[in-house]
C-alpha cells in the first residue's frame, strides 16, 4: 500500500520552456501532497505543501510563479517549471500523505534544462 | 531550510557488521521518521516513531525516538550489501505537516 507514483522520471529540455511534473497516489487518497527539490549529494528541501482545493503554501525564497502547483484531486497534484532556465535543473521529488500516516515518496523526476 | 543534524555523514562497514547513525535537534518533534534513497529514486519509508521513548523494530532496523523529543536513533543489524545507499531521519514539527530532513547518513557496505 502507500504507493505514490511520479511522472516522467526524466526531462531534458530547452531554456525557456515549461515543464510539468505529476505527482499521483495509486492507492489512497491524498489530502496533503508535498514538493521537494534535491541537490546532488544533499538532502531534501521542501518548496511547497499542497492541499487539495486550495492553494499552495510555498516555502521561503521559493517562486510561486515560477513553481506553479495544482492539487486539483485527492490522488493527483502537479508542478510545472515556467520559463525553466539552467539554474532549474535538479532532481524533484514529491510525497502524499494521508491524515495522520507518514509521508510516502514518488521515484522523483531529474529535469535538465540546456 | 531547517535541518537536522544527522551523523555520521558517511560509513564504509564490512558485510556483517552492526551500524548505528542518530539524528540530534534544537526543535521539539511529535514524530521521526527513518527513509532510505537509493540512487536516482525517492526515499522509501523504514520505520515511523510516534511517541518519545518508542522503540520499534522493521526485521533488522531498529529506531528510537529519544525521550527528550529532540533526537532519534537507527541501527541496522548484521548488515548486507543491499543495505548501501542514504538513509535519512525525518522530523515533523508540532501542529505542522511538514517534515524537517536530515543531513542524511551514506552507507556503503563491502562484501
Known amino acids: 500500500g502507500a504507493v505514490v507514483s511520479q511522472h516522467p522520471s526524466r526531462v531534458i529540455c530547452k531554456s525557456g520552456t515549461s515543464v510539468k511534473i505529476e505527482c499521483r497516489s495509486l492507492d489512497f487518497q491524498a489530502t496533503t501532497m508535498f514538493w521537494y527539490r534535491q541537490f546532488p549529494k544533499k538532502s531534501l528541501m521542501l518548496m511547497a505543501t499542497s492541499n487539495e482545493g486550495s492553494k499552495a503554501t510555498y516555502e521561503q525564497g521559493v517562486e510561486k510563479d515560477k513553481f506553479l502547483i495544482n492539487h486539483a484531486s485527492l490522488t493527483l497534484s502537479t508542478l510545472t517549471v515556467t520559463s525553466a532556465h539552467p539554474e532549474d535543473s535538479s532532481f524533484y521529488i514529491c510525497?502524499?500523505?494521508?491524515?495522520?500516516?507518514?509521508?510516502?515518496f514518488g521515484d522523483g523526476t531529474r529535469l535538465s534544462i540546456l | 531550510g531547517q535541518q537536522l543534524n544527522q551523523s555520521p555523514q558517511s560509513m564504509f562497514i564490512q558485510e556483517g557488521e552492526d551500524v548505528s547513525m542518530n539524528c540530534t535537534s534544537s526543535?521539539?518533534?511529535?514524530?521521526w521518521l527513518w527513509y532510505k534513497q537509493e540512487p536516482g529514486e525517492g526515499p522509501v519509508l523504514l520505520i515511523a516513531?510516534?511517541?518519545?521513548?518508542e522503540l520499534t523494530s522493521n526485521g533488522r532496523l531498529t529506531a528510537q525516538f529519544g525521550i527528550t523529543r529532540k533526537d532519534s536513533f537507527l541501527n541496522i543489524s548484521a548488515s548486507i550489501p543491499s543495505d548501501v545507499g542514504i538513509y535519512f531521519c525525518?522530523?515533523?514539527?508540532?501542529?505542522?505537516?511538514?517534515?524537517?530532513f536530515g543531513t542524511g547518513t551514506r552507507l556503503q557496505v563491502f562484501p
Open positions: 516513531l510516534y511517541k518519545a521513548g
Open positions: 525525518a522530523g515533523q514539527l508540532i501542529d505542522t505537516d511538514k517534515l524537517i
Open positions: 526543535s521539539i518533534f511529535n514524530t
Open positions: 510525497s502524499a500523505r494521508e491524515p495522520h500516516q507518514p509521508q510516502h
